[in-house]
């Protein structure tokens, strides 16, 4: 049944740029915003030299640089039709909405090992394990990862595999697909149109309204890694409500830093070099791609062409998904030409 709340909202993006005068933005049943992503091309990959990046990045060794060959090569791909994209990442409200209506065991709790959260008690100095994140342990999950959240944070310890379930019945649900963005779509929504490093802008530092990084109010927790974090305080040291950042240019929040993005491709360590249309990944693998950077990341490793993986099953404090509605409904239109099958049948 499609959601009676469901509408569709016009409204006047308030700042010039490459696209259309006004932005379309869909409201699901649970109270999701969704945005409208027109189809285009797009350089994916880096297409700057390490060189460089190391100008921008000097506090880093050269081994972090050498890590990032799964970025190339650089290739066109073509997005070639529209889609909504989350306006922001789901929430723990929604999440709740989903459990709630659904009846959904998290994999954290249906598999009983918990979930990661972050150690109130934990002291660089004095802590054995000299990590601030603990787990598996049963006392965490999506509704406890160790610090306090909002409903209006962004959702964390949830699985892929979490991920893809929320989208299955959100699809049923209303009679439309929801999934989760391709690596290429995510990329390609990241850039909304510019070719840089963070999709608003090139330097770390101009991060600062757009981005819920690892900054200067994070440091009382890990000062041991004061040469990576952001020069300015941005207000948050955990999560952030989604939306508490300006919008890049497609409308989307938190593209950059607040939670990871679980994508829907399996990782492989390198890119086909031919141009692509909307490209899916490699048909099998072990490891799913989760995209974007965290409140917990440098912003080094929140520019979007970065890719970081974990296995489907991995549920984390850094990680939470944003999803993706199709424009087009198949879903819709596969169930009325079953629908008209069935009655052909019965006709027969
Ligand atoms: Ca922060
Ligand atoms: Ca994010």
Known sequence: MVGVKSKIVFFILAFSSPLPAYAEEFINSLGMAFVLIPAGSFVMGRTESIESMRKVFPEFEA??????GDELPAHEVNISRPFFLGKHEVTVGDFKKFITRSGYLPESIKDKTGGYGFDEKYNASTTIKKDAFEGRDLKYSWKNPGFAQTDRDPVINITWNDAVNLAKWLSKKEGKRYRLPTEAEWEYACLAKTQSRFGVGDDPQSLRLFANLYDQSALKYWDKWNNFAQKYSDGYPFTAPVGSFKPNAFGLHDMNGNVWEWVSDFYSDKYPPDARTNPRGP???DLRVRRGGSWHT??????CQFRNWNTADTRYTLVGVR???????PATQSKRNHQHQGRSNQNQ
Do not use: M, Q, T, V
């Open 283 to 285: 048909p099998s693998g």
């Open 323 to 329: 999803l993706l509605l199709e424009k087009h409904s």
């Open 63 to 68: 081994s972090r640089f050498h890590d990032l």
């Open 298 to 303: 440098w912003a080094f490793y929140s520019r």
